[in-house]
C-alpha cells in the first residue's frame, strides 16, 4: 500500500508499506526492480548495496535504462520510458519493511541523488 506519494519535478518518490512481514523479500523486490529496465534490448546494469542506518538494514539499488514496468492491477498500462533512472531503497523493521522508489528522468533523478539520500537516511527505529 501506498504510505507516501511524491512528485519532485517530472519524477516520482513512493513509499510503500505493507506491514509485518508483507511486501516480499528484499531480494524478490530487487529481482523485479531489476527487471523493469533494459538497456539496449538487454536487462539493464543495476548496482546495489547494503548500509545501516540508525541501527536499521538498508539495501539501495540504483538502475538507469529504459523503463518497462507494466500497470499494475490498479494502474493502467504504461509505454517505455528511455533514459529514466531508478533509486529504491528498502529499509527493514521489525514492524514491515519500508519500500522507497524514486523514479523519473535521468537527469531528473540524478539531480536528486543526495535528497534521496537524506531521506532514507531520515528514518529511526522506534
Known amino acids: 500500500m501506498r504510505a507516501a506519494n511524491y512528485t519532485v519535478g517530472d519524477a516520482e518518490c513512493v513509499v510503500y508499506f505493507f506491514g ?3 511486501g516480499g523479500s528484499v531480494e524478490a523486490n530487487l529481482t523485479r526492480w531489476k527487471g523493469q529496465f533494459t538497456l539496449n534490448g538487454q536487462p539493464a546494469p543495476a548496482k546495489t548495496s547494503k548500509k545501516t542506518v540508525h541501527g ?4 539501495e539499488i540504483d538502475v538507469t535504462g529504459v523503463y518497462v ?3 499494475g492491477p490498479m494502474m493502467a498500462a504504461q ?3 528511455a533514459d529514466t533512472r531508478m533509486l529504491a531503497a528498502i529499509v527493514e523493521g521489525a514492524g514491515g519493511n519500508l519500500y522507497i522508489k524514486f523514479t523519473g528522468p535521468l537527469k531528473t533523478v540524478t539531480g536528486n541523488v543526495a535528497a534521496f539520500e537524506a ?3 531520515s528514518f529511526h527505529k522506534q
Do not use: C, F, R
Not at 536499521?56 to 539495501?59: D, E, F, I
Open 20 to 22: 509485518a512481514g508483507q
Open 79 to 81: 509505454a517505455p520510458k
Open 56 to 59: 536499521l538494514n538498508v539495501t
Open 69 to 71: 514496468a507494466a500497470g
Open 119 to 121: 531521506l532514507v537516511g
